[in-house]
T-cell receptor, first 112, second 112 residues
């Protein structure tokens, strides 16, 4: 089944403890991105990647890092999480310019 | 900067009604527009993708239209069912960009 897989689905962590949220797609898509969803603010893009080793900042990149070493994987790294990064995170991918986006099931992160 | 507005924010209807969800965007220079469905605490499911050159797309009981010049899209749901209850999100991909700009969604409740 074609899909975008995120792990973990739920995560509670403490301030300052580094964490990684993984994202993997099995559709050979070139483009991948990360979004966060917050009440009243909607979905906002954090980072995106046009291809392997090519990444760029979205609208809210502060406090996050990404890497794209393989086409299928696009992990989101929080080096020193803070409570304001408590959110619902989504990974998405698409095939080419004319195609729509496929989203993962989301990762609910709580930073205490 | 592109802004996307969805009206109404919430809608409650009895089963069987035909309904229309509205999406407006401020910059008509878009590449495409995508409608998503989000169930509580879940990921985004793509419903319809409309390219900027298209006027409408249909899938089952769903029909989405696009009027790029006026900055509007509508999602028409025929013969609504309780299973249609969800939040519906409109997302615009601005021309020349890879990001999606989302509206804040319309929360739909269909009562039996």
């Amino acid at each position: 089944e074609a899909q975008v897989t995120q792990n973990p689905r739920y995560l509670i962590t403490v301030t300052g403890k580094k964490l990684t949220v993984t994202c993997s797609q099995n559709m050979n898509h070139e483009y991948m991105s990360w979004y966060r969803q917050d009440p009243g603010l909607g979905l906002r893009q954090i980072y995106y990647s046009m291809n392997v080793e090519v990444t760029d900042k979205g609208d809210v990149p502060e406090g996050y890092k990404v890497s794209r070493k393989e086409k299928r994987n696009f992990p989101l790294i929080l080096e020193s999480p803070s409570p304001n990064q408590t959110s619902l995170y989504f990974c998405a991918s698409r095939e080419g310019s004319h195609y729509g986006y496929t989203f993962g099931s989301g990762t609910r992160l709580t930073v205490v | 900067k592109q802004e996307v507005t969805q009206i109404p924010a919430a809608l409650s209807v009895p089963e069987g009604e035909n309904l229309v969800l509205n999406c407006s965007f401020t910059d008509s220079a878009i590449y495409n527009l995508q409608w998503f469905r989000q169930d509580p605490g879940k990921g985004l499911t793509s419903l319809l993708l409309i390219q900027s050159s298209q006027r409408e797309q249909t899938s089952g009981r769903l029909n989405a239209s696009l009027d790029k010049s006026s900055g509007r899209s509508t999602l028409y749901i025929a013969a609504s069912q309780p299973g249609d209850s969800a939040t519906y999100l409109c997302a615009v991909r601005p021309a020349g960009y890879s990001t999606l700009t989302f509206g804040k969604g319309t929360m739909l409740l269909v009562s039996p």
